[in-house]
T-cell receptor, first 115, second 116 residues
């Protein structure tokens, strides 16, 4: 069974640009969540999508957004990039999401560098 | 608010030594779940174990073992006879209700270095 797949793995963007990251969950998983990992703040929850609806949201500004498609694949978008957005962005999937106590499986992440 | 504390920032051991990674959690929720993940340099968080709040039975899986104690709000992880391949950052995480929503909260991680 294929794991969580994230693309691209590495990317470099310039301040002010926007970026879109993609995530394909494990087959059969309907919940997709996104996390940001930085050396200073650690792992922080961005948002969770379930059946194409945002179910939970962390404390991030509106520049961070996401969506989920009918096949459960998800994208997250960051607009007007700032240097502080440089981070590892991790996507995770589970059958029903954290609200059900499911195990959450992570992808390898997308390393974003903003210059 | 829920919180996970991993007080050990970095641990260095020599191969074949046993090592215990500490995790202390805080939550007001009565039904919660605890996890351990391993993060190698590649970045992927690898799931190791999941425990629910009703199951305090300790678990052993090969060289890995976990000690869950609700009385002290701890969920410690022990690697027996450590190997170089165990070198990674280990995260403890808690899934519990927080301000009306269930979220997964991570500790700050413990970097384990196993020297040959």
């Amino acid at each position: 069974k294929a794991g969580v797949t994230q693309t691209p793995r590495y990317l470099i963007k310039t301040r002010g640009q926007q970026v879109t990251l993609s995530c394909s969950p494990i087959s059969g998983h309907r919940s997709v969540s996104w996390y940001q990992q930085t050396p200073g703040q650690g792992l922080q929850f961005l948002f969770e999508y379930f059946s194409e609806t945002q179910r939970n949201k962390g404390n991030f500004p509106g520049r961070f957004s996401g969506r989920q498609f009918s096949n459960s694949r998800s994208e997250m978008n960051v607009s007007t990039l700032e240097l502080g957005d440089s981070a590892l962005y991790l996507c995770a999937s589970s059958p029903e999401g954290a609200s059900s106590g499911n195990t959450i499986y992570f992808g390898e992440g997308s390393w974003l560098t903003v210059v | 608010a829920q919180k996970v504390t991993q007080a050990q920032t970095e641990i260095s051991v020599v191969e074949k030594e046993d090592v215990t990674l500490d995790c202390v959690y805080e939550t007001r929720d009565t039904t919660y779940y605890l996890f351990w993940y391993k993060q190698p340099p590649s970045g992927e968080l690898v799931f190791l174990i999941r425990r629910n709040s009703f199951d305090e039975q300790n678990e052993i899986s090969g060289r890995y073992s976990w000690n869950f104690q609700k009385s002290t709000s701890s969920f410690n992880f022990t690697i027996t006879a450590s190997q170089v391949v165990d070198s990674a950052v280990y995260f403890c995480a808690l899934s519990a209700m927080d301000t009306g929503r269930r979220a997964l909260t991570f500790g700050s991680g413990t970097r384990l270095q196993v020297q040959p």
